[in-house]
């Protein structure tokens, strides 16, 4: 029998799954597929997702350069930078509320230029999630 602190370790509490992970995952397949909304875009993202337990896990979605990306590598330089908590990032993926107004509202922090931020709205967009959440 292994002993309670390999099921109880902080390496595992740190590695929790985010809400938003799954709307990474489908923004990564559909950069890669989507040519027209990466052109459309044109621009690149840090988001820092801060989950209800303190925990903050770093996307990076990467529009600009020749091969598109979505990732965890938060060393990639990038245009915008954003903080938002897990919740109110899983509020805008829903259409519940508009990235400008989470800005407005204080629940997202920005660093950047924000017209370029604007174009979040592309990625985003609540009719193009598949997934269920």
């Known amino acids: 029998m292994l002993p309670e602190f390999f099921f109880t370790s902080s390496i595992s509490e740190s590695r929790m799954t985010f809400k938003s992970d799954v709307v990474f995952e489908e923004i990564k397949e559909r950069i890669q597929t989507d040519k027209e909304m990466v052109k459309k875009v044109g621009t690149s993202f ?11 896990k ?3 979605i990467d529009a600009k350069s020749d091969t598109p990306y979505v990732g965890d590598d938060g060393s990639r330089p990038v245009e915008i930078e954003i903080n938002i908590k897990d919740s109110d990032f899983i509020a805008i993926a829903q259409g519940k509320l508009k990235p400008d107004q989470a ?3 204080g629940k997202m922090k920005l660093k950047g230029n924000i017209a370029k931020a604007m174009k979040l709205r592309t990625i985003l967009d609540p009719k193009m999630l598949k997934a269920k959440l």
């Open 46 to 56: 840090r988001m820092t997702i801060a989950g209800a337990d303190g925990a903050t």
């Open 103 to 105: 800005f407005m509202q």
């Open 58 to 60: 770093v996307w990076t």
